[in-house]
């Protein structure tokens, strides 16, 4: 058996890196290195597993490497176990990539080298005051448990209204006619949290950003 992880990729700036804790597979949505929201696409898929051949061959994607020029003097990257390739295997090949795939594979290269290890710790650091911020205001709000769980939290975390006089939807349809996204209502999926929605908080969200949604959340409940 595989030990397979799915992680958020941003949270890696904090988090011990899986392949510490005995990870065989890493998997996550690239979407939030450097590639904006897009009316649902596209978006990038990571895969990462041990150096072992076993499983490197059964990757699915193009495999790129590092290599050197023969003199040694340059460096440049070079499609590698080209035998997994479909000019080769044809209808066999464990390669498949598309052209918005890759785009979106370069500018998530470009976003992380610009931003460094350093630069990736603090924008982690940010996300997490900013979210934990909106927790503790809106947990302060009558009628309202945020977040649902007592758990560490990065960037998402449950709301629940089940002590307020309004229903999530209710909730979430207000907030969308003033502006606001009230996250994803989750109540049909897990009717066991009540009415809970799913909302994320991340580096594009400011303060006031913040604030302008509890008061709007304080404004309809006590409407």
Known sequence: SLFIVGVDPISLGILKAPGDYGADIVVGEGQPLGNPMNFGGPLLGLFACRGEDRIIRQMPGRIIGLAHTLDGSERGFVMVLQTREQHIRRERATSNICSNEALCAVS???????LGPRGLRELCESIMYRSHYAMKLLDDIHGVKAPLFNSPHFKEFTVNFDNSKFDVYHVHRELLRRGIHGGKIIKNEFPELGETALYCVTEVHS????ERLVLNIKSILEG
């Open 108 to 114: 998530a290269a470009i976003y992380l080298s610009l």
């Open 207 to 210: 303060k006031s950003d913040i």
